[in-house]
């Protein structure tokens, strides 16, 4: 790329959370493959980050690439009102059986905050058909679910600046995040606030929305799984919908399939998006039970009022399709538990760092949590400059790698995070 490409990117393209007065830096990458993304000036660096969750494969995969070309030969899109077609009915089989039981209706939609839009809309829908309207959500302080309205509503309401948007976010309920980490010791009482809310507000509510233990973009914590069952028996004692967001979790990155089966959990609406297509396109899922689904339907609106325009996309399906067949061997088991073993091994020994607040490794997610928060633009140069493409954020350095990383390669990751904590330049004060 040029350097009046830049410029222009500059000044008039938005990146994701960024100032059109003040941009920080954004990095020509001209391809991808693998584990590595080249930059225009051909430096390769090591992507630490599966571009948010969703390369799982690494980039440029063969299988992906023909499945979708082969795809392109027969229609890259077709509407999918009164039309139905192979991909779509193959990836749903597939969905349907992957997932965790009882979730045998799926709809398909553009990303993975429609995907969280569908959910609501769904649990709203089910007990407007009940007779029973219900408008109120109960959510997890620093959740993450996206940042269209009805999604950044059930956000971290500091994280996501709820104020900014006063009066065009619906209320809702917030409980403080699940204090018991993954791998302590459960203590009885540990679920007492969420007990308590559900036991005085469960009859105005119409379904609790979490991400099953990981909270990802609000916060990477990862919680205790009998926070799960607990939030599910609460659920089911009080007939309230459980909504799971695996929209970051899902397709093996906790060592699990889903996040759900490391409490053996199924919820009753469940949203899938990010690594379902390997990351080569963008494609999200919502799933239910049949009983939400025939509820609302037979309620007054007759159906369910939603339909994408690029719904079930068949040319994303066909990735997804292809990512979904290479994960079907299982052989992401060993290479996630390869990679915890390795982030483990050489980011748990930086919890000593004084820079470091705390570190955590579960699956193939490895964070550092820091004492002040990083000079995002200062240590992304350095980053890029050692070869690496890692992307901090506020407190929180942190690596979710594609699958297929080499031990060698995910080494070179963790020594350029360990070798970044000791620059007084690349953390502000
Ligand atoms: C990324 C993410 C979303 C939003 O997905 P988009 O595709 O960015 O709209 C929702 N929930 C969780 C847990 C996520 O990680």
């Known amino acids: 790329m040029q350097a009046n490409d830049l410029a222009f990117d500059r000044r008039h393209i ?13 990095y020509p990458v001209v391809s991808a493959d693998g584990c590595e993304l080249t930059l225009s000036d051909g430096r390769r660096l090591v992507d630490g980050m599966s571009s948010w969750w969703a390369a799982i494969h690494g980039y440029n995969h063969p299988v992906i690439n ?38 045998d209706c799926v709809f398909l939609a553009d990303s993975g905050s429609v995907a969280v839009e569908v959910a609501i809309k769904m649990a709203l829908q089910y007990w407007q058909a009940r007779g029973e309207p219900r408008r109120e959500l109960l959510a997890l302080r620093q959740g993450y679910h996206g940042d269209t309205f009805g ?16 009066g065009y976010l ?28 559900l036991a005085a507000h469960h009859r105005t509510l119409a379904a609790v929305i979490l991400e099953p233990i990981v909270q990802g973009a609000g916060g990477m914590r990862f919680y205790h799984p009998e926070y799960l069952r607990r939030a599910r028996a609460l659920c089911d004692r009080y007939g309230i919908l459980l909504i799971a967001d695996e929209i970051a979790t899902g397709f093996g990155r906790t060592g699990e399939w889903f996040a759900c089966n490391l409490a053996g959990i199924s919820p009753d609406i469940l949203c899938v998006g990010k690594a379902l297509t390997g990351g080569a396109l963008t494609l999200s899922a919502t799933l239910t039970r049949r009983h939400v689904a025939d509820t609302l339907s037979d309620g007054d609106a007759g159906c369910f009022m939603h339909g994408p325009t690029f719904m079930a996309n068949p040319l994303a399906c066909a990735a997804a399709n292809a990512s979904l067949s290479l994960l079907e061997d299982e052989s992401w088991r060993p290479r996630v538990a390869a990679i915890a073993a390795g982030l483990s091994a050489g980011l748990l020994p930086l919890a000593d760092h004084p820079r470091v607040r705390d570190v955590r490794v579960l699956g193939a997610i490895g964070v550092v949590e820091t004492t002040q928060p990083v000079n995002m633009a200062a240590l992304q140069r350095w980053f890029v400059d050692r070869g690496v493409w890692i992307r901090p954020f506020g407190k929180l350095i942190y690596l979710m790698p594609p699958y297929i ?3 060698p390669a995910l080494a070179w990751l963790i020594d350029a995070i360990t070798d970044a904590l000791d620059s007084p330049t690349h953390f502000l004060s």
């Open 14 to 26: 938005w990146h994701p959370y960024t100032s059109m007065t003040r941009p920080l830096p954004a």
């Open 66 to 103: 023909q499945a979708m070309k082969d795809q392109i030969g027969r229609m890259s899109h077709v509407m999918f009102g009164g039309i139905t077609h192979p991909p779509a009915v193959a990836l749903c089989r597939r969905l349907v059986a992957l997932t965790p039981a009882g979730l």
């Open 151 to 166: 999604a950044m509503s059930v956000c971290d309401p500091d994280n996501s600046m709820h104020s900014l948007y006063q």
């Open 170 to 197: 619906p209320p809702h309920r917030f409980i403080e995040a699940p204090r018991r980490r993954f791998d302590d010791t459960w203590r009885e009482g540990d679920d007492a606030p969420l007990a308590a809310l």
């Open 405 to 407: 990383i080499s031990p």
